[in-house]
C-alpha cells in the first residue's frame, strides 16, 4: 500500500502542476513498488492499483477481455465527484440520462459496434478531405497570433481554441454555438477537479451536482437531435452526418458527440502549447525546425509524449491475475498512469529531455488496444498544421514569464503560456 503522501501525490489535482515533482514521485514508486495500491486517505473514492511502469500498462490496455473501461474509466477526486460518479453509474441501468454511454466507458460488444461508425472516418485517409480546411484555420490562428505580438499568451489564442473550433467543425456545430457547446461539456464533467471551480459547482451537493450535469447532458442531446435531423435532410460529409443516419438510440448518439467534443481539444491543446513550450526553451531547436519542416512530425510526436495530455485511464479487472509480484483480484479497479509510463527510462532514455529526433516514439499518451484515441491522426494534423503556420510567421521566441499547469488529474496540461516572439 503506497503512504498516505504518495496516495496524494497521485489523486491531488495540485500535485501534477507540480510536473518535477510528480515525476519524481512516480520514478520512486516504479522503482520500489511498481504496482501499488492507492487508498483513499479520507474515504472520497475506491482504493485502486496504480501501474507505473510502461510494459504494464501496455499490457493493461491491450487486454481489453480481461481489464474493462465500464463502469468506471476515471477517477474523481472530490468527495462530490465521487458520489456523483457513484450517481451515474446507478443510473446506467435504466433510462436516465447519463454521461458514460459514451465510447470510453463501453466494452464489448457494444463498445466495436459504435466505434466502427466513425473509425474510418478519422483514419488519414479520409482526414485528407479537411485538410485544407484545417490548413486555412491554422493559418488564421498564426495570423491572430502574430498580430497580438510582441508578446502574447499562447493559451487563449492559439492552443486553447484551434482544436475547439476543429472538433466543432467535424460535429457539425456552428461557430455561433461554439461558447454555448463549451459551456456544457464543462458543465457535464463538471465533477472533476478545476472545472469543478470553474462551473461554480464546487460548494453544490452531489444531489445538486448530479441535477447540473444531467440537465447539461439532456441539453447536449437535444441540441444534437436538432442537429441530426438537419443532416438527414442535407447530409453532408462530416462526422455528425454520419452519426445522424446511423442507426442507434438518441442517447448513444448524444453520448458519441459528447465524447467526441470533449475528448477532442483540451487534449490537443495541451499537446500544442507543450510543443511551443519546448521551442521557446530551446532556440536551437526552434532554429532547426525552421530551417527544416520535415522535423516538424518528430516535434508534435514528442510534445505528444512528453507532455501526456491525458494522465490516467481506470480499468477493472475480470478475473484474478498477476502483475508483476502483485496478484489483482477479480473486481479490483486500476489506474493505468500514461504519465508514469511515458516516462519509464525502461522504454526511454533520458524520459524527462524533449528529444524530438527519438527513433521510434512508441508513447502511450494515445492508448493502446481497442480504445486506443479515435482522434490520434487528427490530432497529429492539427498539430503539424499549426507548427508549419507558426514557423511561417515566427523568427525567434523565449518565455516571457512562467507557465501556469492545470490542476488537474485527468486531462492536464498549460492553462498558460506568455511568450515574447519576432515575426518574420
Ligand atoms: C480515447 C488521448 C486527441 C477522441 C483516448 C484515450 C487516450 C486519448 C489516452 C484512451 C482511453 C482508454 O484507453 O481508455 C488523447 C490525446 C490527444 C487526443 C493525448 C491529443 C494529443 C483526440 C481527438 C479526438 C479524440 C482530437 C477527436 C476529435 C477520442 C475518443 C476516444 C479517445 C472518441 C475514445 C475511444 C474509445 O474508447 O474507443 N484519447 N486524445 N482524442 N479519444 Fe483521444
Redesign the pocket.
Known amino acids: 500500500v503506497a503512504s498516505r503522501e504518495d496516495a496524494l501525490a497521485v489523486i491531488d489535482p495540485n500535485s501534477y502542476a507540480d510536473w518535477d515533482k510528480a515525476l519524481d514521485t512516480f520514478d520512486r514508486l516504479r522503482r520500489d513498488t511498481p504496482v501499488v495500491r492507492i487508498d483513499s486517505p479520507d474515504g472520497e473514492f475506491d482504493s485502486f492499483w496504480l501501474l507505473t511502469r510502461y510494459e504494464d500498462a501496455m499490457r493493461v490496455?491491450k487486454d481489453n477481455a480481461h481489464f474493462l473501461?465500464a463502469p468506471r474509466?476515471s477517477v474523481f477526486t472530490s468527495k462530490q465527484g465521487e458520489e456523483f460518479a457513484r450517481q451515474i453509474t446507478r443510473a446506467q441501468g435504466d433510462e436516465s440520462p447519463n454521461l458514460v454511454s459514451s465510447?470510453?466507458a463501453l466494452d464489448a460488444p457494444k463498445?466495436p459496434q459504435l466505434?466502427r461508425l466513425t473509425q474510418e472516418w478519422f483514419m488519414p485517409k479520409n482526414l485528407r478531405t479537411i485538410e485544407a480546411a484545417v490548413r486555412e484555420l491554422a493559418a488564421k490562428t498564426a495570423d491572430r497570433f502574430v498580430a497580438a505580438g510582441p508578446e502574447a499568451d499562447f493559451v487563449p489564442l492559439v492552443a486553447a481554441p484551434y482544436?475547439l473550433h476543429v472538433?466543432m467543425q467535424i460535429l457539425g456545430v456552428p461557430e455561433e454555438d461554439e461558447p454555448r457547446m463549451l459551456f456544457l461539456t464543462q458543465q457535464m464533467f463538471g465533477g472533476q477537479d478545476e472545472e469543478l471551480n470553474k462551473s461554480g459547482l464546487a460548494n453544490l451537493s452531489p444531489e445538486q451536482i448530479f441535477q447540473i450535469v444531467t440537465g447539461a447532458v439532456a441539453d447536449f442531446e437535444a441540441y444534437f437531435e436538432g442537429l441530426a435531423a438537419q443532416r438527414r435532410e442535407h447530409p453532408t460529409t462530416d462526422v455528425a452526418t454520419l452519426l445522424a443516419n446511423a442507426d442507434i438510440s438518441a442517447r448513444d448518439r448524444a453520448g458519441y458527440y459528447i465524447?467526441?467534443a470533449a475528448?477532442?481539444h483540451d487534449?490537443?491543446s495541451a499537446?500544442t502549447a507543450g510543443a511551443m513550450l519546448a521551442l521557446a526553451r530551446d532556440p536551437e531547436q526552434f532554429a532547426k525546425v525552421k530551417a527544416d519542416r520535415s522535423l516538424v512530425p518528430g516535434i508534435v510526436e514528442e510534445a505528444?509524449r512528453w507532455t501526456t495530455?491525458?494522465q490516467h485511464?481506470m480499468r477493472t479487472a475480470t478475473e484474478d491475475t498477476q502483475i508483476g509480484d502483485v496478484t489483482i483480484k477479480a473486481g479490483d479497479w486500476l489506474m493505468i498512469n500514461?504519465v508514469a509510463a511515458n516516462h519509464d527510462p525502461a522504454q526511454f532514455d533520458n524520459p524527462r529531455k524533449f528529444d524530438a529526433t527519438r527513433e521510434a516514439n512508441r508513447h502511450i499518451?494515445?492508448?493502446a488496444?481497442?480504445?486506443?484515441?479515435?482522434?490520434?491522426h487528427?490530432?497529429r494534423l492539427e498539430m503539424r498544421l499549426l507548427f508549419e503556420a507558426l514557423l511561417d510567421r515566427i523568427d525567434s521566441v523565449e518565455l516571457a514569464g512562467e507557465p501556469r499547469r492545470a490542476k488537474s488529474t485527468f486531462v492536464g496540461g498549460l492553462k498558460t503560456l506568455p511568450l515574447r516572439f519576432s515575426a518574420c
Do not use: E, K, M
Open positions: 490496455s473501461n474509466p465510447l470510453v463498445h466505434r482544436p472538433v465524447i467526441v475528448a477532442g487534449t490537443t499537446s505528444i495530455p491525458v485511464f500514461y499518451a494515445f492508448g488496444g481497442a480504445h486506443q484515441c479515435l482522434g490520434l487528427l490530432a
